[in-house]
């Protein structure tokens, strides 16, 4: 199953609303998670099961989608949120990633 | 708390070998399928492959099917990642992943540091 994230890059301001999104080759259900990774970080989990908060992560991310087409909503973009996110379908093996959209500072 | 600590990365060769370890601790490791992923400087995340709690299965990505074996010794609580034929598409950092306790569909919170593997004649 490939996955395909868009944009590649976006650049927003802090407070913007920003939406990635990201689309599966077939079908996947709810199973697919978001992940966020800044430079020498270890990638963090966001959104599991396509929508479900992961705990400790701030309520201004949010997950939605079902079947092939899903995204990632962040509300009011704060400085930290400045990263690259990356979605990860859990329908069937391999557990393929997206290729990735980085968040930049406009 | 769960610790996830890869090692063995390094310089190799083309068409060389090289095995990784992941120590894990802080959890019933026997109780875990074990999966790693890697990621080559300045890309994205590449899926590697899984195995299961006892071993008996394993997953892989084409790219890696046929010249990559996961292992795993529930007695050492340790991951294997067996990797042979490198070229420098193989050279990344590689994370090893604890799956969690509900399956796959909660997604991955727990990742090793990484290990640097680094394929250079």
């Known amino acids: 199953i490939q996955l395909t994230q868009s944009p590649a890059s976006l650049s927003a301001s802090v407070g913007d609303r920003i939406t990635l999104t990201c689309r599966a080759s077939?079908?996947?259900?709810?199973?697919l998670a978001w992940y966020q990774q800044k430079p020498g970080n270890v990638p963090k989990l966001l959104i599991y099961?396509?929508?479900a908060l992961q705990s400790g992560v701030p309520s201004r991310f949010s997950g939605s989608g079902f079947g092939i087409d899903f995204t990632l909503n962040i509300s009011s973009l704060q400085p930290e949120d400045f990263a690259t996110y990356y979605c990860?379908?859990?329908?069937?093996?391999?557990?393929?990633f997206g290729g990735g959209t980085k968040v930049e500072i406009k | 708390e769960v610790q996830l600590v890869e090692s063995g990365g390094g310089l190799v060769q083309p068409g060389g070998s090289l095995r990784l370890s992941c120590s894990a601790s802080?959890?019933?490791?026997?109780?875990?399928?074990m999966h790693w992923v890697r990621q080559a400087p300045g890309k994205g995340l590449e899926y590697v492959g899984a195995?299961?709690?006892?071993?008996?299965?394993?997953y892989y990505a084409d790219s890696v099917q046929g010249r990559f074996i996961i292992s795993r010794d529930n007695s050492k609580n340790t991951l294997y990642l067996q990797m042979s034929s490198l070229s420098s598409e193989d050279t990344a950092v590689y994370y090893c992943?604890?799956?969690?306790?509900?399956?796959?569909?909660?997604?991955?919170?727990?990742w090793g540091p990484g290990t640097l593997v680094t394929v250079s004649a």
């Open positions: 992943l604890k799956e969690p306790d509900y399956g796959t569909s909660s997604g991955f919170d727990y």
């Open positions: 802080g959890f019933t490791f026997r109780s875990s399928a």
């Open positions: 195995i299961t709690t006892n071993g008996r299965a394993t």
């Open positions: 077939q079908g996947i259900a709810t199973s």
């Open positions: 099961a396509a929508s």
């Open positions: 990860q379908q859990l329908s069937s093996y391999p557990l393929t």
